[in-house]
């Protein structure tokens, strides 16, 4: 069991790795297209890629009966997709990759603020994680007094639907089958980029082969890959602890951003990175129980 629960968590972190990469591979990708139909190509791709995993892995996850049908729920999942990516990578035309990471890595700490909608427990460190994020997103972003720069408004907002995404994924997977759910939204989400990027923009089959690396890797490693590590390594890795370890994508954006887009930080830039980052973490953090006295069940 514990070597199973080494094994998942180097999985996630694998995953991690290749999001926050994913970074700068949809920043270059764009030097060749516009940004509906980079997502259009990756997540038709990534959609593909996963359907005979689906079917190779999928009938031994199920039991029963679906509650709710695979279609309905790639519709609605795929829908919220689309929207936070296209924010995301539209964004990404106005700010860099290590920013981009970061604020997209706030949805680790609005999730557990969306949960109060529906009266769910939060708890202190939950509290204090957002304080520490939100300064942190202030050095970040605010560029002189009150200026916040438009791409990170986007990734901003774009962090919004994310948080709307995994809550909606939470609740969707156990109901339906979880990785046709995975390869549904997928095809969703690219069906709908590629009504927008016919509408705004003009896709050539040219400039998608000229950039074929970056869309490859978008939706290879990015969308097919990493989601699925996800998947199989969170059977063995509690959900908080999971979170933890996938919010290091924010780091590896930051990291790729330097190492391969030449791109700087100041360090009042660096100071808020390290802050949401600590406020990622805190947010998952959970009060330690207190033991249970000796004979406590015997006290009246």
């Given at each position: 069991?514990?070597?199973?629960?080494?094994?998942?968590e180097?999985?996630?972190?694998?995953?991690?790795?290749?999001?926050?990469?994913?970074?700068?591979?949809?920043?270059?990708?764009?030097?060749?297209?516009?940004?509906?139909?980079?997502n259009?190509?990756?997540?038709?791709?990534?959609?593909?890629?996963?359907?005979?995993?689906?079917?190779?892995?999928?009938?031994?996850?199920?039991?029963?009966?679906?509650?709710?049908g695979?279609?309905?729920?790639?519709?609605?999942?795929?829908?919220?997709?689309?929207a936070?990516?296209?924010?995301?990578?539209?964004?990404l035309?106005?700010?860099?990759?290590?920013?981009?990471g970061?604020?997209?890595?706030?949805?680790?700490?609005?999730?557990?603020?969306?949960?109060?909608?529906?009266?769910?427990?939060?708890?202190?460190?939950?509290?204090?994680?957002?304080?520490?994020?939100?300064?942190?997103?202030?050095?970040?972003?605010i560029?002189?007094?009150?200026?916040?720069?438009?791409?990170?408004?986007?990734?901003?907002?774009?962090?919004?639907?994310?948080?709307?995404?995994?809550?909606?994924?939470?609740?969707?997977?156990?109901?339906?089958?979880?990785?046709?759910?995975?390869?549904?939204?997928?095809?969703?989400?690219?069906?709908l980029?590629?009504?927008?990027?016919?509408?705004?923009?003009?896709?050539r089959?040219d400039?998608?082969?000229?950039?074929?690396?970056?869309?490859?890797?978008g939706?290879?490693?990015?969308?097919?890959?990493?989601?699925?590590?996800?998947?199989?390594?969170?059977?063995?890795?509690?959900a908080?602890h999971?979170?933890?370890?996938?919010?290091?994508?924010?780091?590896?954006?930051?990291?790729?951003?330097?190492?391969?887009?030449?791109?700087?930080?100041?360090?009042?830039?660096?100071?808020?990175?390290?802050?949401?980052?600590?406020?990622?973490?805190?947010?998952?953090?959970?009060?330690?129980?207190?033991?249970?006295?000796?004979?406590?069940?015997?006290?009246?």
């Open positions: 069991m514990k070597h199973n629960t080494l094994m998942a180097g999985l996630l972190l694998v995953a991690a790795l290749i999001w926050g990469f994913a970074f700068v591979a949809q920043i270059v990708g764009m030097e060749h297209v516009g940004p509906f139909t980079f259009l190509a990756r997540f038709v791709m990534g959609g593909l890629v996963l359907i005979p995993i689906v079917r190779y892995l999928e009938p031994g996850h199920r039991s029963g009966t679906p509650a709710i695979v279609i309905p729920a790639s519709l609605l999942a795929g829908g919220i997709l689309f936070a990516s296209s924010l995301q990578q539209v964004g035309q106005y700010t860099t990759a290590g920013k981009a970061f604020i997209t890595g706030l949805y680790i700490v609005l999730i557990p603020l969306f949960g109060l909608l529906f009266r769910q427990k939060t708890h202190r460190n939950t509290w204090m994680g957002a304080g520490l994020a939100l300064w942190g997103l202030y050095l970040l972003t560029e002189g007094p009150f200026e916040l720069a438009w791409g990170d408004t986007l990734e901003l907002i774009g962090a919004l639907f994310w948080a709307a995404h995994v809550m909606v994924i939470g609740w969707l997977a156990p109901r339906t089958d979880a990785l046709r759910l995975a390869a549904g939204q997928f095809i969703v989400a690219g069906v980029s590629g009504a927008v990027a016919y509408a705004v923009e003009t896709p089959l400039d998608m082969l000229s950039g074929w690396a970056p869309i490859l890797y939706g290879l490693c990015s969308v097919a890959i990493a989601f699925t590590l996800q998947v199989v390594a969170q059977k063995h890795v509690p908080s999971a979170a933890i370890l996938m919010s290091l994508e924010a780091a590896f954006a930051a990291l790729g951003g330097w190492w391969m887009l030449d791109e700087h930080l100041s360090l009042r830039a660096l100071a808020g990175c390290g802050l949401m980052l600590a406020g990622m973490i805190v947010s998952q953090l959970r009060p330690r129980q207190p033991a249970l006295q000796p004979n406590s069940a015997l006290q009246g």
